[in-house]
């Protein structure tokens, strides 16, 4: 096994570890010289700042903090984060304390004390947030993640009580999942109030609403996975919901799709949309969203609609090729492999994806740490440490579902019913470079294959051996369990795993998981659960200037290789194809009993074909789900794969318009610098609360130009902070009068603020004198710079404002068009007279991946990662 030389944690990874996962004192009054303290240094209420530092001096109740970065800070105890643990080592001994605490004798308590600090030592185990946070530290703090919660009761006071539920699951810091299908359809019949129900989608707003109050007002987001039946009536509406902003926003979406429903997908048959008979005496007290229970009680099933399976199926494709939601589960094939589908069906998943749960069931999470178990000297795997690790974490998790605390008596009843357990990974992109194995080659599907196969068998042996030690989990039925897809397909791999249950029993009814673990992979330093490393460059900003730095590994490598580039084996999640994507993921799938958090990550110009098969694989390959990302999202309203929408005019016609709220203001100027006609603009003027009077001389005075039917101009394709812009710059009278802008995925804060600089550009060229406007537009906007850039010297891009002011220079001639950013732009569509000049001077960018402003430190470092939301910056994670 490789030997790690240990040191404390350094720059983001200590203040992870202080900040969300060391035990608090909630007593910052104890403060003294010579602590290490997070230090507020920007008290802002969206984007504040902490710092780790050294109390130097203290006078009542200020203090004065160097940071690690030697910066002197005077603050106030009331903004200092005071931990009690300083080190993982405190950590871990904690952690080991806590849940060894639950066995039943001093000895045993004793041993495992030992056993359990063995595997946390160095991080080979590294726990989930909730349990690092909580175990030992507070008799309050659940130690589960996430959380399924039934589906609401379809009246009023059901829906209230689910609202309830999940509110008070997400102010404890949990996640939460939500199956909709119990709710009935938009216009259905409500007779006790003689009107019609608003639909499931609408109810389904309402939570997402809630969702969004708890993130604006704790510390901690709340996370929301919304999902529906591909039998129900509002399926289509659910599909298309997040097209129309403002109505879901703070929830994560999926379809349960059936076998039945892919059957008919194939074979291009019709698909019944239906729901049960409200009017049946005995709808109140038991219909639950569960339609085969349902219709086995003999009960009646009103047929809403008929549609085309295939039709369906393509809205649900271009929906994920346009924003990346819906995604799919593949519920019924889930429940077919699941060990629990004789007592306790899964309905839904928590909001990353990784874990199917029975109403009121749990994740217990933790991740073997990967990057630990490479065997320098063999070049292998440290198999027999790896095993060991296993066997130890099962039993670690295992007793986490007696030593946590329960807030809901549901919760309890069902988790000690069946003892759910979700031992992950993460550091397995690290641990393939070591091996130097690409990640999505051929023969890394046939090594991933041998590691997840091997961890599954050790797993499931420690399981069976913890069962006859203290008994099966409650619910165990021998034979029914080991009916189970999963269990038939590792029993037939691995026969010893069979004869074990068969002789002990099996302590838990789900042993493994795959989770993202964005903030504890980050707080480690190693690649994050089964991801490839999204990127191995990145640019930091510092007092010291603007400087390339590596992620430690490609830093090793490059260090002993001076001159040389990475060699294949470092591969990133942009690199490598849609499809090697899925292919992985269907190879880990095999050996996980639960699910997995993934992401395929594909190019801006797949397409909506592309994105079909994809998810088509997914389903054939046996993947329980399926999310992508497309780089940009709406990218091809911009830059069209057909050419009879190869025009800049075309373009700008695609290209959507900015998702808004219903603000007649924000409406009214919408509709300015999209291009109304000049009778328009006295609804501007009607909407406004303050009229301008002819004293008030300035900009709006001048006259408006209208916009004819049909404008031409030029679409620059620019490398950004933020990800590839598509720049469209269209001409009126000879020079630039309108621009659209492209940036980012819609619906995100990029593409939000995006659309708004080219609104306000476009109604700003659009009055007075235009060759004056255009460059004074250009001189103001140039130069803008944000918390990142690209490129270098006079090839730099600062930001979004720098890229279109740069692209003007171009287009009005007024510049070499090579200054745009390391010759990274091209002019996509010129079919003016005069194209912009040198445009085949420009070379093809590389892949830069579209990113989003982070709500924790406000930089544009998130990216979308294993199902999730990550920030690279602040190890921020949406999921966590």
Not at 61 to 80: A, D, M, P
Not at 520 to 540: C, D
Not at 702 to 708: D, G, I, L, T
């Amino acid at each position: 096994m490789e030997t790690v030389q240990k040191k404390r944690l350094e720059g983001l990874s200590e203040k992870i570890f202080l900040d969300r996962y060391a035990w608090k004192n909630a007593d910052t009054s104890e403060t003294k010289v010579g602590d290490v303290v997070l230090v507020l240094t920007k008290d802002d209420p969206k984007f504040p700042a902490k710092e780790v530092g050294e109390v130097i001096a203290r006078n009542g109740n200020n203090v004065t903090v160097q940071t690690r970065g030697g910066e002197i800070v005077e603050s106030n105890i009331e903004k200092l984060t005071l931990t009690i643990e300083k080190t993982p080592e405190e950590l871990w001994s904690r952690l080991a304390g806590a849940i060894a605490s639950v066995e039943k004798t001093p000895e045993k308590q004793q041993e495992w004390t030992e056993n359990f600090r063995y595997i946390l030592d160095d991080w080979k185990l590294v726990p989930g947030g909730r349990i690092a946070a909580g175990a030992g530290a507070s008799e309050e703090l659940t130690l589960f993640n996430c959380y399924v919660i039934p589906s609401p009761k379809d009246s009023r006071g059901g829906i209230m009580k689910t609202l309830s539920e999940m509110t008070e699951i997400m102010a404890r810091g949990g996640g939460v999942g939500i199956n909709l299908s119990s709710l009935r359809p938009r216009r259905a019949v409500v007779k006790g109030v003689n009107g019609s129900s608003s639909g499931s989608v609408s109810w389904g707003g309402l939570f997402s609403y809630t969702t969004g109050l708890i993130e604006q007002g704790g510390s901690r987001r709340g996370a929301l996975m919304l999902m529906i039946n591909d039998w129900h009536p509002d399926l289509l509406d659910f599909i298309t919901v997040k097209q129309t902003m403002g109505q879901v926003t703070n929830a994560n979406l999926s379809v349960c799709v059936s076998n039945g429903f892919m059957k008919a997908v194939k074979e291009d048959l019709d698909w019944d949309l239906v729901f049960p008979d409200t009017k049946d005496p005995e709808y109140d007290e038991m219909w639950d969203g569960n339609l085969d229970k349902w219709k086995e009680m003999g009960k009646s099933v009103n047929h809403v609609k008929t549609v085309r399976a295939r039709d369906v199926w393509q809205t649900i494709i271009e929906s994920a090729w346009k924003s990346a939601e819906p995604g799919i589960v593949f519920m019924e094939y889930y429940n077919e492999m699941s060990n629990s589908w004789y007592f306790n069906p899964i309905i839904c998943t928590n909001p990353c994806g990784e874990q199917g749960l029975p109403a009121w069931g749990v994740c217990n999470l933790s991740a073997v740490n990967l990057s630990r178990f490479y065997d320098a000297e063999k070049h292998d795997v440290a198999w027999d440490e790896l095993g060991k690790t296993v066997r130890y974490s099962v039993r670690f998790l295992d007793n986490v579902i007696d030593a946590t605390p329960y807030h809901f008596e549901e919760n309890k009843e069902n988790q000690q019913g069946e003892r759910r357990v979700g031992l992950g990974t993460m550091g397995l992109a690290e641990l393939m470079i070591k091996l130097q194995v690409r990640y999505g080659s051929p023969e890394s599907l046939e090594f991933l294959d041998k590691l997840y196969g091997f961890m599954a068998k050790e797993a499931y042996l420690s399981s069976a051996e913890i069962a006859g030690e203290k008994g099966s989990f409650k619910h165990y039925v021998e034979d029914k369990f080991l009916q189970s897809g999963f269990m038939r397909n590792i029993v037939g791999e691995f026969p010893e795993v069979g004869a074990a249950i068969q002789e002990n029993g099996m302590r838990n009814v789900t042993v493994i998981t795959q989770a993202p673990t964005g903030s504890t992979g980050t707080m480690v330093g190693t690649s994050t659960g089964i991801e490839p490393y999204f990127a191995f460059e990145y640019f930091r900003q510092s007092r010291l200037g603007f400087d390339k730095q590596y992620v430690p590994i490609a830093q090793e490598w490059k260090d002993a290789n001076p001159g040389q580039e990475l060699p294949e084996w470092f591969v990133t999640s942009m690199d490598l194809s849609a499809e090697n994507h899925i292919r992985v993921q269907a190879a880990i799938q095999r050996w996980v009993d639960s699910s997995i958090s993934k992401t395929a990550n594909c190019p801006a110009d797949f397409t909506v074909e592309d994105t079909g098969k994809l998810y088509e694989l997914a389903f054939e390959l046996g993947c329980k789900g399926v999310t992508i990302y497309r780089d940009g999202s709406r990218d091809v309203q911009v830059l069209s794969t057909e050419s009879k929408k190869s025009s800049a005019d075309e373009a700008a016609k695609d290209a959507p318009l900015a998702e808004k709220k219903d603000d007649s203001v924000a409406a009214a100027l919408a509709s300015v610098a999209s291009g109304t006609d000049a009778g328009t603009l006295k609804t501007l003027e009607s909407s406004l609360p303050v009229k301008a009077t002819p004293a008030a001389k300035g900009l709006f005075d001048k006259e408006y130009k209208s916009r004819p039917q049909i404008l031409k101009g030029a679409t620059y394709k620019v490398n950004t902070p933020f990800g590839m812009a598509y720049i469209t710059i269209n001409d009126l009278n000879g020079t630039p009068g309108e621009i659209f802008l492209n940036v980012g995925k819609a619906g995100s804060d990029v593409f939000a603020m995006a659309e708004a600089l080219g609104r306000v550009c476009s109604l700003f060229l659009r009055y007075g004198d235009h060759g004056n406007k255009v460059l004074l537009l250009i001189k103001h906007l140039k130069g803008i710079g944000g918390s990142g850039a690209i490129g270098f010297g006079p090839n730099r891009v600062e930001s979004i404002a720098d890229a279109v002011a740069k692209a003007l220079e171009i287009h009005i001639q007024g510049s070499d068009p090579d200054e745009l950013v390391s010759a990274a732009s091209e002019v996509l569509d010129a079919p003016t007279a005069t194209p912009a000049p040198a445009a085949a001077k420009m070379a093809r960018p590389s892949s830069v991946p579209s990113l989003d402003l982070c709500t924790a430190c406000g930089t544009a470092a998130l990216v979308n990662s294993e199902g999730c939301k990550t920030c690279t910056n602040c190890g921020y994670s949406k999921c966590s």
